[in-house]
Each structure stands twice: as structure tokens, then as C-alpha cells.
């Protein structure tokens, strides 16, 4: 009897390339998340998170310096990408709370702007 290995070398192949293509995303490059993190907590700065987020933002920052701690830690660098990713997380949503703050802010100016409007035309009416 002969013993064929042909259906193996294509479940190996098929193996070998789920490895491949998940090896990248198992061996995070923590330069990349590091300065994904660091752009992050710059655009939630800029969107003035300090004001409408604070706690978030300075959560992100120890975060981000966390992440750049442990990076620069040869026992902790494993860690590094998974921090940064979280404080990338934290600035992002520091950020989008403080445009919503904005947003809002900005919606009940305007609808004081239209009750305003609202009345001087009605003022004007009545004359």
C-alpha cells in the first residue's frame, strides 16, 4: 500500500498561510501603535479635550506614556503595543465626546439664535 502525502502538503500550505498572514497582527509593531497613540492624543488636544474631557485625556497621556515606558523596557515591550492601543482608544473617545460638547454647545446657541430671531420678527408683526 502506498502512502500518499499530496492532501497534506495542501491542508500544510493552507496552514502555513493563516500563519503567515496572522503572524503581523500577532507581532504588533509597537513603533506604530506608539505613534498611532501620540496622533491621537494630539487630535483630541486640538478638539479641546482638556476642557470638555479631561479625565479621559489624562488618561490617555499616562497611557501613551505608559506605552512608551514599556517600550523602552526590555521586559515590558510585549506589552507596549497593547497600551498604546488603549490610550489610543481613550484619546479617541476624549476627542469625540469634546466635538460633541462642541456640537451641543453650538445647537443651543443657534436655537437661541432662531427663539431670538423668532420674537423680533414677532415684535415686528405686532407693530
Known amino acids: 500500500m502506498t502512502v500518499s502525502f499530496a492532501y497534506l502538503s495542501r491542508s500544510l500550505c493552507a496552514v502555513a498561510c493563516a500563519l503567515a498572514l496572522s503572524l503581523p497582527a500577532m ?3 509597537a513603533g506604530a ?10 487630535r483630541a488636544t486640538d478638539a479641546d479635550a482638556d476642557q470638555y474631557a479631561f479625565e479621559l485625556i489624562a488618561t490617555a497621556r499616562n497611557g501613551l506614556a505608559a506605552a512608551q515606558a514599556a ?3 526590555r521586559r515590558q515591550r510585549k506589552q507596549a503595543p497593547l497600551l498604546a492601543q488603549r490610550a ?21 446657541q443657534r436655537r437661541a439664535e432662531i427663539v431670538q430671531l423668532q420674537r423680533s420678527l414677532g415684535g415686528e408683526g405686532a407693530r
Open 27 to 29: 507581532a504588533q509593531d
Open 33 to 42: 501603535e506608539l505613534a498611532a497613540a501620540a496622533v491621537a492624543v494630539q
Open 71 to 73: 517600550a523602552a523596557d
Open 88 to 108: 489610543a482608544v481613550e484619546a479617541d473617545l476624549a476627542r469625540v465626546l469634546s466635538e460633541e460638547a462642541v456640537a451641543n454647545a453650538d445647537l443651543q
